[in-house]
């Protein structure tokens, strides 16, 4: 089922988290600049909750240069240390996310196409409905620029120059150059999902 549903200018927040959107991050290859993805490792068990997708094993592949490298969660005792979602770095390699553009004196991101068209829906609604979703869903903790009226067509721009780049595996994203976003404190996971 998707997060969100627009029909005729109307939207309505399904309750999917940032979390749903982190299968596939799409980042800035550290190697030759050009495209390179972020996903769970093969072979790891079929996923159950949203929010064990902070914690499984990653694997960074670029399909230009063969450049890959692994991610695990770091352990603590039992316990597995997870890593925090947002912001315009890629939450596992600390890589600049691909899908990144300079909108309103702020940045807008995305992790990859489907995290793009919800924020998309969001912004182009003119009538956005709370759905009975938990109260804590990717759209409702964006930020209050975005979800300005008056930023509606600025951030809708934006969404297209995030389209154009993504069409474009080489073209590395302005955005990504120069900014240090801090690392933001991980979340303790009690068991190992897998």
């Not at 691909?98 to 829906?121: F, I, M, S």
């Not at 009538?127 to 209050?144: D, K, N, Q, T, Y």
Request: hydrophobic share 35%; proline share 8%.
């Amino acid at each position: 089922m998707s997060g969100t549903e627009r029909a005729g200018g109307r939207h309505i927040d399904r309750g999917r988290p940032l979390t749903a959107y982190a299968d596939l991050v799409h980042v800035v290859c550290p190697r030759c600049g050009s495209r390179a993805a972020v996903v769970a490792r093969p072979g790891l068990p079929e996923l159950r909750y949203y929010a064990e997708l902070r914690f499984r094993p990653r694997r960074l592949t670029c399909g230009d240069c063969a450049l890959t490298r692994e991610w695990a969660a770091e352990r603590r005792g039992n316990a597995l240390i997870g890593v925090r979602l947002g912001g315009p770095d890629d939450p596992f390699f600390g890589l600049p996310l691909w899908l990144q553009t300079p909108c309103r004196g702020k940045v807008l991101w995305a992790y990859n196409e489907r995290h793009l068209d919800a924020v998309e829906a969001y912004v182009a609604a003119t009538l956005r409905e709370r759905g009975s979703g938990p109260a804590m869903s990717m759209v409702a903790c964006l930020p209050a620029w975005i979800k300005a009226a008056g930023n509606r067509d600025d951030v809708l721009r934006a969404v297209e120059r995030l389209r154009g780049r993504h069409a474009d595996p080489h073209r590395r994203p302005s955005a990504a150059y120069g900014h240090e976003t801090p690392r933001r404190a991980a979340d303790l996971y009690v068991r190992p999902p897998y």
